[in-house]
């Protein structure tokens, strides 16, 4: 009984002594006991993981679940424990598409009986993409229409029909598409939003900007998450973006607080020695009489350079391209919302600088393993609060072109591998993107 006794307490004392280890270990040095941690093997002959080899319809994909229980009861859902988009994506996966009919362009009245009807489930993208690039999301699609270059940005699913109809529509130009469909299964789709672990949200539409825009009328509120982050080698990336294509000699050089590499060539990449952040631009000076890229053949360039970078693209979506500069921007997600910051963490922003060159920017650090849920919440405002806060400190209805929510990345005050992922609202103004904070504490409000 007395060596019972004695091993209990033996391994008891074991237990306890090994869980402050690995718990120095998360703490002081987290990077390397995750390293191994829900990996993907290396290829070691091509240096590029295996799962950066993304599909198109893992990039762009839909990022939102909505329902229209009525014209104005609206409500969109999330999941903290699993992806609810990418279920439904599985879902769409076996539906084939048989017919496409333009219903009609440029039609505010119809684009919004169409958006608003009741008992009828929405699928959003987070910005316009060719009809091409939504059918992927299908099981299968006539090659006329699986080569249609005309932009959508939703899909909508009625519920109450014999499933057999859904519609494609563009919210920035008000164009709808009737679509004729096999093997929908909308029981499925519907019992996506009533799972245990599924939350909701009231959702409207508003005209805001250059398009209908889907705003908070209640505000919200949305977990909080916290992340071990990795940085990538400086080095790894001048030989998969400089080293590529060409065997010159790299230079490098030291300019104010940036690491410059460059070619005999085209080719340069910046390094912000401080804050990671790359600055990639390849110039052809052939190009003059080469055609202007299409937007969807932008899109294919684009994964391309992604995967070209071996980085994991697992939670990378196409965010949103801006016509009038012809930049792309892919961004982390997380549970449905866009991950925002600084010096593009979690971003990758690219952009056809000629007919045949290139600007591409995004951040050596990423994010690697997520760590405990420790339950923290953040209530947003409503969508109209942000508005009239924002029409105070002078920024009028003409200013703002979109609104949207997103988690802002943030450093952690107990460890500097660690980044916080807190929700805000992430304003476009006069061109560009901010944290709604971050413009209100510019000035003092």
């Not at 699609?141 to 249609?148: D, H, L, R, V, Y």
């Not at 697992?314 to 919302?337: C, H, L, M, P, Q």
Request: with cysteine.
């Amino acid at each position: 009984m007395k060596i019972r006794t004695w091993m209990l307490h033996l391994g008891l004392i074991l237990t306890v002594v090994i869980s402050i280890a690995f718990t120095w270990l998360i703490w002081f040095n987290p990077t390397t006991f995750f390293q191994n941690v829900g990996r993907t093997p290396v290829d070691t002959s091509s240096g590029v993981t295996n799962a950066s080899n993304k599909r198109l319809d893992d990039v762009y994909t839909p990022t939102s679940l909505m329902y229209n229980e009525t014209t104005t009861k609206k409500y969109q859902y999330f999941n903290h424990r699993s992806d609810i988009t990418n279920q439904a994506k599985k879902i769409m996966n076996r539906v084939e598409i048989t017919s496409l009919k333009t219903v009609a362009k440029q039609n505010v009245p119809k684009y919004l009986a169409t958006v608003n009807q009741s008992h009828s489930l929405i699928l959003n993208y987070p910005d316009v993409l060719p009809i091409k690039y939504v059918c992927i999301l299908f099981d299968k699609a006539p090659k006329k229409i699986a080569e249609n270059k005309e932009n959508v940005d939703q899909i909508i699913i009625p519920t109450g029909n014999s499933g057999n109809t859904i519609y494609f529509l563009n919210s920035k130009k008000q164009n709808i598409y009737k679509v004729s469909v096999k093997n929908l299964n909308v029981k499925s789709l519907m019992a996506l939003t009533k799972d245990k672990h599924t939350q909701s949200v009231a959702t409207a539409l508003e005209n805001i900007g250059d398009g209908y825009r889907w705003t908070y009328p209640q505000g919200v509120k949305l977990n909080e998450y916290s992340y071990l982050i990795n940085k990538e080698s400086a080095g790894n990336m001048v030989a998969k973006l400089l080293g590529a294509n060409t065997s010159a000699t790299i230079t490098t050089k030291q300019q104010d607080g940036k690491t410059v590499y460059s070619d005999d060539a085209n080719q340069r990449m910046t390094v912000d020695n401080k804050h990671g952040e790359v600055e990639y631009i390849n110039y052809d000076s052939n190009d003059k009489n080469k055609p202007k890229v299409s937007f969807s053949k932008t899109l294919e360039i684009n994964l391309a350079k992604l995967n070209s970078l071996g980085v994991t693209l697992d939670d990378v979506r196409y965010s949103n391209y801006e016509s009038k500069t012809g930049e792309v921007i892919y961004r982390n997600y997380i549970a449905g919302f866009p991950i925002v910051s600084e010096y593009n963490y979690g971003t990758y922003s690219l952009q056809n600088v000629t007919s045949n060159g290139q600007r591409f920017m995004f951040s050596l650090y990423g994010l690697q393993v997520p760590l405990p849920n420790t339950n923290k919440q953040k209530t947003l405002p409503s969508t109209s609060d942000i508005l009239n806060r924002l029409s105070s400190i002078g920024y009028s209805s003409n200013r703002v072109r979109a609104i949207k929510i997103a988690y802002s990345w943030q450093r952690n005050d107990s460890s500097s591998q660690v980044v916080d992922l807190v929700p805000t609202y992430l304003i476009k103004v006069d061109g560009r993107w901010i944290d709604y904070e971050q413009l209100f504490q510019n000035f003092g409000k």
